[in-house]
């Protein structure tokens, strides 16, 4: 008798390289039911489709033994901050936070930061000589004064304590068993949201061309943000800014370290640095899964998925899905045909509002990276931060040559 399947992310290493479980998951059918009481997807057509489909992302719309988890957990808590960012609201009301988000986060103002982004990343890579950790040295320090630049936070907000309170709150992001884990989300969410508001109302008092400011003056036909959604944005903004983008860098370092050959094309040929990063997003995913809830009986290659399901739509599964890439899916090709058909920031309305942001970061940080240090190579062991979700490593250890 055939021993049933079943998906494992707590197991054994799974963290340090969930692909050989993605592939036995796409294995084993279109839709996955796990014991726990939600559904996995891990093929790409089936998690575009989830993706940009008319479903949930309000947890309150979860039902059955799940529901009853998240209770025990959480309590009566709502989502991240308060359930009032633009990541845990369905439309309508997505659609009017996302538009009056989207008045201060504009493809102009994104564009004209790149010669500020090359300036730092060649101020932290000149810092870099011999042994170091490329997180510390350049995959945090990047993205987290860029965010924090753009929302334009004075010198003495507590950036060390800020990076701590984010790191606890995207565990909220995993799958949590453990109560006291919840409880330390629930208090860095509070804490987080209580510096937001502080920090809120010093950029009141001292406006600047930044983003906070554009987020408090944001205004559609007479619609603004309210103190509390001001807030959650802030908060959303400020996390998904930075913690992305670490895993971005690391994991497209790592990936090229690991491949050295295509290291070495990148190099040599330069115009590939945007097809790279697209290719590096599609190989190692710097957020491994999406979530949706069914809001009606959902069907997926002839099974049905109850209404009130939590559904994982594996973004990391269907990036290496070979009916999707071909027979060299897992391998790490920059000048792979369209590999933007990935979906690692997500699809649909909620596809990720920050993916220019972090594509020029990505872009400008690898490309430099490998031109500066040709004989890079791994100096140690890689240490992952054992995320399920936002999935890369803790520690870098390389040598610059």
Same mark, same amino acid.
């Given at each position: 008798?055939?021993?049933?399947? /079943?998906?494992?992310?707590?197991?054994?290493?799974?963290?340090?390289?969930?692909?050989?479980?993605?592939?036995?998951?796409?294995?084993?059918?279109? =839709?996955?039911?796990?014991?726990?009481?939600?559904?996995?997807?891990?093929?790409?057509?089936?998690?575009?489709?989830?993706?940009?489909?008319?479903?949930?992302?309000?947890?309150?719309?979860?039902? %059955?033994?799940?529901?009853?988890?998240?209770?025990?957990?959480?309590?009566?808590?709502?989502?991240?901050?308060?359930?009032? &960012?633009?990541?845990?609201?369905?439309?309508?009301?997505?659609?009017?936070?996302?538009?009056?988000?989207?008045?201060?986060?504009?493809?102009?103002?994104? =564009?004209?930061?790149?010669?500020?982004?090359?300036?730092?990343?060649?101020?932290?890579?000149?810092?870099?000589?011999?042994?170091?950790?490329?997180?510390?040295?350049?995959?945090?320090?990047?993205?987290?004064?860029?965010?924090?630049?753009?929302?334009?936070?004075?010198? &003495?907000?507590?950036? =060390?304590?800020?990076?701590?309170?984010?790191?606890?709150?995207?565990? &909220?992001?995993?799958?949590?068993?453990?109560?006291?884990?919840?409880?330390?989300?629930?208090?860095?969410?509070?804490?987080?949201?209580? *510096?937001?508001?502080?920090?809120?109302?010093?950029?009141?008092?001292?406006?600047?061309?930044?983003?906070?400011?554009?987020?408090?003056?944001?205004?559609?036909?007479?619609?603004? *943000?309210?103190?509390?959604?001001?807030?959650?944005?802030?908060?959303?903004?400020? /996390?998904?800014?930075?913690?992305?983008?670490?895993?971005?860098?690391?994991? %497209?370092?790592?990936?090229?370290?690991?491949?050295?050959?295509?290291?070495?094309?990148?190099?040599?040929?330069?115009?590939?640095?945007?097809?790279?990063?697209?290719?590096? *997003?599609?190989?190692?995913?710097?957020?491994?899964?999406?979530?949706?809830?069914?809001?009606?009986?959902?069907?997926?290659?002839?099974?049905?998925?109850?209404?009130?399901?939590?559904?994982?739509?594996?973004? %990391?599964?269907?990036?290496?899905?070979?009916?999707?890439?071909?027979?060299?899916?897992?391998?790490?090709?920059?000048?792979?045909?369209?590999?933007?058909?990935?979906?690692?920031?997500?699809?649909?309305?909620?596809?990720?509002?920050?993916?220019?942001?972090?594509?020029?970061?990505?872009?400008?940080?690898?490309?430099?990276?490998?031109?500066?240090?040709?004989?890079?190579?791994?100096?140690?062991?890689?240490?992952?931060?054992?995320?399920?979700?936002?999935? %890369?490593?803790?520690? *870098?250890?390389?040598?610059?040559?």
């Amino acid at each position: 008798m055939t021993e049933t399947y /079943v998906f494992d992310p707590f197991a054994p290493g799974y963290t340090d390289d969930p692909y050989p479980e993605y592939a036995r998951l796409r294995a084993s059918g279109a =839709a996955h039911e796990h014991p726990l009481g939600f559904w996995v997807l891990s093929h790409h057509e089936d998690v575009s489709a989830l993706l940009r489909g008319s479903l949930s992302v309000e947890e309150r719309n979860v039902g %059955g033994a799940l529901a009853d988890l998240n209770a025990e957990m959480y309590g009566e808590r709502e989502e991240r901050s308060g359930g009032l &960012s633009m990541l845990d609201r369905d439309p309508p009301v997505h659609t009017r936070l996302r538009k009056l988000v989207s008045k201060a986060f504009t493809p102009r103002s994104i =564009a004209a930061l790149e010669p500020e982004i090359v300036s730092l990343v060649d101020e932290l890579l000149d810092r870099m000589s011999g042994p170091v950790d490329l997180v510390e040295a350049l995959a945090f320090p990047l993205p987290f004064a860029v965010i924090s630049q753009m929302m334009g936070l004075p010198d &003495s907000a507590d950036h =060390a304590r800020m990076r701590e309170l984010t790191g606890t709150l995207v565990r &909220s992001l995993e799958p949590v068993v453990d109560p006291q884990v919840a409880a330390e989300i629930m208090a860095a969410d509070e804490e987080l949201s209580a *510096l937001a508001r502080g920090l809120i109302a010093w950029k009141r008092a001292n406006p600047g061309e930044d983003l906070m400011t554009a987020l408090i003056r944001a205004e559609d036909d007479g619609d603004v *943000l309210d103190d509390d959604e001001l807030v959650a944005q802030v908060v959303l903004l400020y /996390v998904a800014g930075h913690e992305t983008t670490v895993n971005l860098i690391a994991n %497209g370092a790592l990936a090229l370290l690991h491949h050295p050959d295509q290291a070495a094309m990148l190099r040599e040929q330069p115009d590939l640095a945007g097809n790279a990063v697209e290719e590096l *997003l599609r190989y190692d995913s710097p957020v491994q899964f999406s979530r949706r809830i069914t809001l009606a009986p959902y069907e997926v290659d002839g099974r049905t998925i109850p209404q009130g399901s939590f559904v994982m739509a594996g973004l %990391g599964a269907a990036n290496r899905d070979e009916a999707q890439w071909g027979p060299d899916a897992d391998q790490l090709r920059i000048d792979r045909p369209e590999p933007r058909s990935h979906l690692s920031f997500g699809a649909g309305v909620h596809h990720c509002l920050g993916a220019a942001l972090a594509r020029l970061e990505g872009r400008i940080a690898i490309q430099r990276l490998v031109e500066r240090f040709p004989r890079l190579a791994l100096d140690g062991d890689v240490e992952w931060n054992g995320r399920i979700n936002l999935r %890369g490593p803790n520690t *870098l250890p390389v040598t610059t040559g």
